[in-house]
């Protein structure tokens, strides 16, 4: 039987990284020893003090429909949280709990976009960003960046795009960045929102990696500027990363509450509600941190010096030091225009590198950006040298 598949459905291409994730955890189970720089997630178990209270909420019974927008005490320890570490004041009405930051995002999209919008997106992009502004009938429009800008946009940039669109509706920035590992300066954050203020467009600010920045550094929202930018944003965050909760699936919106409202509805003829559970638990993990997130924080950080320091070491590769998240992306152009193996573009070097040499990492054409590869390295020292030697491996032999 042909059935008739909407124009939506078949625009949307499968997600990259989870495509690349789902090919090595099936060679897994063949038993190949892959390791898997593709993963998106703390490679960390959820601390117990989070466990603990997700199993008390089962003891206790908690097990039901919860309001969609997210319980009482949820939104007031989300409203505690962007007071505590963001200096940003919001009211639990303010708020949306949804089943995970990508949750969070489409249900603001929905709310804001009508068919024909054009939303501004930085490239190299996470990969769910344009697939989810093209499922609200809206243009992303991507503003890409290179090595010599740090991965970031500039406000001149930002400026020259918006003037050169018909229905520029909003901007979603994300810092700190996934695919790249960028982290944007207050003071670039805060040219970047002046040009949204001259233009009125809204911004959608995805912090979902706010606790993992290194060198000393902190992270700044943009919605921290001015209170008339905090009136133009939507800050997205969650607890996936910082907490190691991935699989709980808890994200969050924060932001006009005219905007929540309609996003919370939006929701309650989706998903309905977050898991109550998860709830639970997210409300201690908000205000009973135990200090698991810093000790995450700096395993991270050696990692990504030890990775992006041998990366660096390899002869024609190019690495930027990320300053945030857990993620790197190399530049292999030289590979991919001189290697005699046939190899022409980025997803056919990380098939080749799979295939031959049994490391997943992500093609950077999956973020918009072709002669990049990303890699995680929320992975242990022993699988980051030792896929070290086997991506050098690789590359040796696309050469011979």
Not at 167 to 176: D, E, G, R, T, W
Not at 241 to 256: E, F
Request: aromatic share 8%; net charge negative; hydrophobic share 40%.
């Amino acid at each position: 039987m042909s059935y008739r598949i909407s124009h939506r459905a078949k625009a949307i291409n499968p997600s990259p990284t989870l495509a690349m994730n789902a090919l090595a955890c099936a060679m897994k189970a063949k038993g190949i020893n892959v390791i898997n720089f593709g993963v998106g997630e703390p490679d960390f178990n959820t601390p117990e003090y989070i466990k603990n209270a997700a199993i008390q909420a089962i003891n206790d019974n908690f097990t039901r429909y919860t309001a969609a927008a997210g319980i009482p005490e949820l939104r007031s320890a989300i409203a505690a949280k962007l007071k505590r570490d963001n200096n940003l004041s919001y009211n639990p009405d303010d708020i949306l709990a949804s089943p995970g930051a990508k949750a969070s995002i489409i249900n603001i999209l929905m709310t804001i976009c009508d068919p024909r919008d054009e939303v501004l997106i930085p490239s190299p992009y996470w990969v769910s960003y344009t697939s989810q502004v093209e499922m609200v009938d809206a243009f992303p429009i991507l503003l890409p960046t290179d090595e010599s800008t740090g991965f970031k946009i500039t406000a001149d940039q930002l400026d020259e795009a918006i003037d050169s669109l018909t229905s520029p509706k909003a901007l979603i920035i994300n810092s700190p960045n996934n695919p790249t590992g960028a982290v944007y300066t207050k003071e670039e954050l805060e040219d970047i929102a002046g040009v949204c203020l001259k233009h009125n467009i809204l911004i959608i600010s995805d912090e979902i990696y706010e606790k993992l920045i290194y060198d000393g550094e902190s992270h700044y929202s943009i919605a921290q500027v001015s209170d008339d930018v905090r009136e133009h944003t939507i800050v997205i965050n969650g607890v996936s990363k910082a907490y190691a909760m991935t699989g709980w699936r808890l994200g969050y919106a924060a932001g006009p509450s005219e905007i929540i409202k309609c996003a919370a509805r939006i929701q309650g003829h989706t998903t309905s509600c977050v898991t109550s559970i998860t709830q639970k638990a997210a409300v201690v993990a908000l205000n009973e941190e135990d200090g698991s997130i810093e000790q995450m924080r700096k395993e991270f950080e050696k990692r990504r010096n030890f990775l992006v320091g041998e990366l660096n070491r390899i002869k024609n590769i190019k690495c930027l030091m990320p300053k945030g998240a857990f993620y790197t992306m190399p530049n292999v152009s030289y590979y991919i225009q001189n290697n005699k193996k046939g190899v022409i573009n980025t997803v056919e070097l990380c098939h080749y590198f799979l295939k031959n040499f049994h490391i997943a990492i992500v093609p950077g054409s999956a973020f918009g950006m072709e002669n990049y590869v990303r890699f995680s390295y929320a992975n242990s020292m022993d699988n980051l040298s030792e896929g070290l030697d086997r991506f050098r491996n690789g590359l040796e032999n696309l050469l011979s």
